[in-house]
């Protein structure tokens, strides 16, 4: 979408003071709402399972395209962002350009906002590990975590809705991806049968929720339309069951990571603060080479608890990013206060 | 989703069947899902964990996409062929492959079937599947499965319809 037609959102009041709250300042608010009407870098993950970042930093640049890899001193080199203020022969890409080039058509890389790729690298899933995706589609994190387990273990990719079913396995054959088993169940569900049902606990465990989707603005301005309290109360409540299901269902030990692409602490920092009243849980710190701010434990005159400063927030304006929340948990003991611990509804 | 676990019999003559593009190995657990298609599984789960999780939910995909065992509607023949991401992963077997040019390029990933030219077809016999294969500034890349025509004219391109460039 254009810069002019995006304009033509604007964020609600409450959205604004909310906002300003959470950033601490009018000035910072302000920031964020202007980085809203711009868009995000384009950036790509090469797909290590078919090409070396190497040999796909090559090919692009015979395109004329400026590749950087922001990520490479942290050993993720093949997260590349395609620079479109080069002077040394780069240029603009066209829409839609990057997924017409051969590479991707052969699933040499994929395109995925940074923000998106983090939360697989703070899980850095191994080979031989078995991994859930609760929330799979369109399986961008599902592709990532596959190319790092190098197509061994086993992952389970998730999916309540089926044509997101559609899109997850058509990215997941784009990209190669063999050691996944892809199921269409409702998160809750699926979680509280592999309990009754089967004996697999997860090495690891993803649950990237669904959301309001507050930090995604530079992707879809009707957010601003669309977004109010009560569907985040109402998706909170969701998420809170989705994470706490999952939990059970994870290995003591084991490491769960809690993301989403919005900003509201109902969605984020509540949801933690409740697992970790509900659960024997240690909330771990997170490093990655960008900024990166704590977790709120203070919203609204609501408290949480201290462990939530380990979670992190990225705002778009800071990283030049989309905006997302970030939790990594481990797992102390089976230990959980909620009613029915097999599985009852919460 | 239908899965069935091809034993050792089955995957050995599906392996027979693609053995004139140079396989020899396949070195992943193979499903049949439906009648035709062939899956590959590289994941640690056993024969009977994954069974397990068939049993018990909605399974809408395993593995990868590998290939198909059909009856090919003219001859009426049995044939097999390997799917674009199959060749990718068995690309060190591969030896029967056909290299197109840049033009005849634009065209495969249009989805359409490639005219061919008498020095690249030399080397075939007519009515088979081959690798192919673009080569570009050195850079070679498997870009599909083809079947050659028994008259080798024309290269049928099998280049599933999300694999290709919808405008150029």
Redesign the interface.
């Known amino acids: 979408m254009k810069y002019k037609e995006k304009i033509k959102y604007t964020p609600k009041e409450e959205f604004v003071k909310r906002m300003e709250e959470l950033l601490g300042s009018k000035e910072e608010a302000k920031k964020f709402f202007e980085i809203s009407y711009t868009d995000t870098p384009d950036s790509i993950r090469c797909n290590t399972l078919?090409i070396s970042p190497s040999e796909l930093k090559k090919?692009l640049e015979?395109y004329g395209w400026k590749i950087n890899q922001p990520f490479a001193s942290f050993g993720h080199e093949e997260i590349m962002i395609i620079d479109e203020k080069v002077g040394g022969g780069g240029r603009k890409l066209n829409p839609g350009e990057l997924g017409?080039t051969?590479e991707h058509?052969?699933?040499y890389f994929y395109v995925q906002e940074i923000s998106s790729m983090l939360p697989i690298l703070v899980l850095d899933p191994k080979p031989?590990e078995?991994l859930l995706d609760l929330c799979a589609s369109p399986g961008s994190k599902t592709t990532q975590a596959a190319a790092l387990m190098e197509?061994?273990?086993?992952?389970?990719a998730n999916?309540i809705n089926l044509g997101r079913?559609g899109i997850?396995?058509?990215n997941?054959?784009?990209c190669?991806?063999?050691?996944?088993?892809?199921?269409?169940?409702e998160g809750v569900a699926?979680c509280e049968?592999i309990l009754k049902?089967?004996k697999?606990k997860f090495d690891k465990i993803l649950v990237d929720a669904p959301c309001s989707g507050e930090g995604t603005l530079r992707k879809s301005p009707k957010t601003f339309l669309i977004w109010n309290l009560n569907m985040i109360k109402k998706i909170a409540t969701t998420q809170r069951r989705l994470a706490a299901a999952a939990l059970k269902i994870l290995k003591v030990g084991g490491e769960m990571i809690y993301s989403t692409c919005t900003l509201s602490p109902e969605e984020d920092e509540e949801v933690i603060d409740f697992l970790i009243k509900n659960f024997d849980i240690k909330v771990e710190e997170i490093k990655l080479p960008i900024k990166l701010r704590c977790g709120v434990c203070e919203f609204e005159g609501r408290q949480y608890s201290k462990e939530i400063e380990k979670t992190c927030r990225l705002y778009p304006h800071d990283n030049d990013t989309d905006g997302f929340f970030l939790c990594k948990i481990r797992k102390l003991s089976d230990k959980c206060l909620l009613e029915n611990k097999h599985g009852g509804r919460i | 989703m239908k899965i069935e676990i091809m034993d050792k019999a089955k995957k050995k003559k599906f392996i027979e069947e693609v053995s004139d593009l140079g396989v020899e190995k396949i070195p992943y657990l193979l499903f049949k899902t439906g009648l035709e298609r062939i899956r590959a599984f590289s994941g640690s789960f056993t024969n009977k964990e994954v069974l397990d999780v068939w049993r018990n939910f909605p399974i809408e995909g395993i593995g990868l996409y590998f290939g198909k065992q059909m009856i090919d509607r003219r001859t009426g023949r049995k044939e097999s062929r390997l799917s674009l991401d199959a060749l990718h992963f068995l690309k060190e077997q591969i030896k029967t492959i056909i290299v197109l040019n840049e033009e005849q390029e634009k065209e495969w990933f249009k989805g359409k079937d490639i005219e061919l030219k008498e020095e690249q077809v030399k080397d075939f016999k007519g009515n088979e599947f081959v690798a192919v294969v673009s080569c570009e500034n050195d850079e070679k890349d498997i870009i599909g499965t083809g079947k050659i025509s028994s008259d080798k004219k024309m290269l049928g391109n099998f280049l599933p319809k999300e694999r290709r460039r919808r405008e150029m």
């Open positions: 078919k090919r015979s017409k051969k058509l052969l699933g031989g078995v197509n061994k273990g086993t992952i389970i999916e079913v997850l396995n058509t997941m054959e784009r190669g991806v063999m050691n996944a088993i892809v199921t269409r169940m699926f049968r049902k089967t697999i």
